[in-house]
Structures are given as structure tokens and as C-alpha cells.
């Protein structure tokens, strides 16, 4: 998980925060935009090392890939604070209001409504696919209510997609 002191999954957040997607039609593409990247100084060189470019053009070939390279209107890392009902959080929490932060890998912004997409790279294994999806599924259902109600207009997806394996899973 670790090599020279950076964390893998921090590479790969920077690669999605910064690349150009309509360059990452394949590995080639991918491949140049993380040198193009190191030498913009958006990356450092061991980020770079770290990141498999062959898993982010993986991701770039599916369909919602495909839709973030012909430029579908998009916002990254988008981070927000909205005041929430705590009846959504726990027992207790009645009445009460709940500070929900959080910070969208990526939402497509579409007239009738909202992709949203986080990107996870945790290392699993097939058989460990369902719980980890299990265990965001909460989090990526707390950002579609809150940007439902930032941008009026409804998520019709909410998708988390998995680096180490390829895989889309959508949970809204």
C-alpha cells in the first residue's frame, strides 16, 4: 500500500482530481497525462510510480468513462457542508441537526438529474467485492441526499467504482 512514503490511494485521487479525461482514450493517453501531470507539478515522480495506469484506463473504457472523456458536463471534488435532519444518523438524533461535510469524487450533471461517482482503491478480492460496497454505501447515499438538494434536481445514480478490480457498482 505504501512505497517511499506516499500512499497508493492518494496517488490515484490525484490522478482523477487533475487528469484531463478527454486525453485518456487508452493506456497510452493515460500514461502521458500522469508524466504530463509530474511535470506540471501536479503529481510528485513516486505519486506517479504509484499509480497503475493500466487500472485508470480500465476505468475510462466503461460507459460512465466514456461519458467523462466526450465531456459531459462534470464537477470533481466537489466538497460541501449542508445542515442535515440527525433522524438520517442514528437513534438519538431526533430533531436534532447534523453537520454532513463531504467531498464528490465526481457528479455528472445531467438535465434530469445527477451521476455521482466515488472512487475507492481499496485492494480487494471478488468474494470481498460485497462488503466493502456495503460498507460505502451509506456515504454515497448521505451525498446523493445532499446533492439533491444542492442542485434541485435529482441523482438518478450513484456509483462506486472500484480501481484494484474494475468494477462499477452502482448503488442508487
Known amino acids: ?24 482514450g487508452s493506456l497510452e493517453g493515460v500514461v502521458q497525462e500522469i508524466q504530463s501531470m509530474i511535470r506540471r507539478g501536479l503529481l510528485t515522480s513516486e505519486q506517479g510510480e504509484l499509480v497503475d495506469a493500466s487500472q485508470i484506463a480500465a476505468f475510462f473504457a466503461t460507459e460512465i468513462g ?9 464537477l470533481r471534488e466537489f466538497k460541501f457542508s449542508i ?18 461535510q463531504g467531498v464528490v469524487d465526481c457528479a455528472m450533471i445531467f438535465d434530469d438529474g445527477i451521476v455521482i461517482l466515488d ?4 485492494r480487494l478480492s471478488d468474494d470481498q467485492l460485497d462488503e466493502a460496497s456495503s460498507k460505502y454505501r451509506n456515504q454515497i447515499l448521505a451525498y446523493a ?3 439533491e438538494r444542492i442542485f434541485k434536481r435529482p441523482v438518478k445514480s450513484a456509483c462506486l467504482y472500484f480501481f484494484s478490480l474494475g468494477r462499477l457498482i452502482e448503488v442508487l
Do not use: P, W
Not at 435532519?85 to 438524533?93: A, E, P, Q
Open 145 to 147: 441526499g445532499a446533492m
Open 1 to 24: 500500500k505504501f512505497r517511499h512514503g506516499v500512499e497508493y490511494g492518494s496517488a490515484v485521487h490525484a490522478v482523477m482530481q487533475h487528469i484531463r479525461y478527454e486525453n485518456c
Open 119 to 122: 472512487f475507492k482503491t481499496d
Open 66 to 74: 466514456r461519458k467523462l472523456r466526450s465531456g459531459a458536463e462534470h
Open 83 to 100: 445542515l442535515d435532519d440527525g433522524t438520517h444518523y442514528g437513534d438519538g438524533l431526533e430533531g436534532e441537526q447534523v453537520l454532513l
